[in-house]
């Protein structure tokens, strides 16, 4: 067994993809869910530990700590940060200061209070990955969506301050840019849309894997 790796956001149309590349190499993984029925979504698996909490919440963060740090023969060795959502709609003028605020609360609350609580555990097992998603939207903005763009750059200097802060713990910190996903939920939201450029969760997966298991990696802003 590789180690363990907690996928925060692991029931999304993201998050079941990551949550089946790292058992499929051979990972443990704990995937906290705000729901009992998005978590069996995900299937059953030996090395597959799921728990219903709210991430946005310090208590439940540390729950995922002690049910990730529960298995002394696979220390946790790597964070996935998916937790967040996307909203889009008038220009900053004709948007209340609520709904710009809720999206930095959606997309870096989660992100900081798990990381947080992870932390401790890299540094105690000697070093290991932490990989955040961010948004191409951050580096090339679009009108309509302030507040999630705004919170998305916020991922990336989040990411650039832990790079800094735990290089000597040997805690490697990096960022994807994913630009629009080919999930269920996209199409949804967008029947309408050219299809053709979307990347496939899978992919996306893969690179979130890679990253984990690749010494030298640090301080990255990778578009996927």
Do not use: F, W
């Given at each position: 067994m590789t180690?363990?790796?907690v996928v925060a956001g692991g029931t999304g149309g993201l998050g079941g993809a990551v949550t089946a590349e790292f058992l499929a190499a051979g990972w443990r993984v704990v995937v906290p869910g705000r729901s009992e029925k998005s978590l069996a979504e995900l299937g059953s698996a030996e090395a597959l530990h799921t728990l219903v909490v709210d991430v946005s919440d310090p208590a439940g963060v540390a729950e995922v700590a002690r049910v990730a740090a529960a298995d002394g023969g696979a220390p946790v060795s790597a964070l996935v940060n998916l937790v967040g959502g996307f909203s889009s709609g008038a220009r900053v003028h004709e948007t209340p200061i609520e709904e710009f605020?809720?999206?930095?609360?959606?997309?870096?609350?989660?992100?900081?209070?798990?990381?947080?609580?992870?932390?401790?555990?890299?540094?105690?097992?000697?070093?290991?990955?932490?990989?955040?998603?961010?948004?191409g939207s951050a580096v090339k903005p679009f009108s309509g969506a302030a507040?999630?763009?705004t919170a998305k750059a916020g991922v990336l200097a989040f990411v650039d301050a832990l790079a800094v802060e735990y290089a000597?713990?040997?805690?490697?910190?990096?960022?994807?840019?994913p630009g629009t996903i080919d999930t269920p939920a996209n199409r949804r939201a967008m029947p309408t849309a050219d299809t053709a450029k979307w990347t496939?969760?899978?992919?996306?997966?893969?690179?979130?894997?890679?990253?984990?298991?690749t010494p030298g990696i640090t301080g990255a802003h990778l578009p996927v």
């Open positions: 180690g363990t790796v605020e809720a999206q930095l609360t959606l997309n870096l609350r989660p992100t900081y209070l798990v990381t947080q609580a992870i932390l401790p555990l890299l540094m105690a097992a000697g070093g290991g990955s932490i990989t955040c998603a961010s948004s507040g999630y763009i000597k713990d040997h805690i490697r910190v990096n960022a994807i840019l496939p969760p899978a992919q996306i997966a893969t690179v979130l894997r890679v990253l984990a298991e």
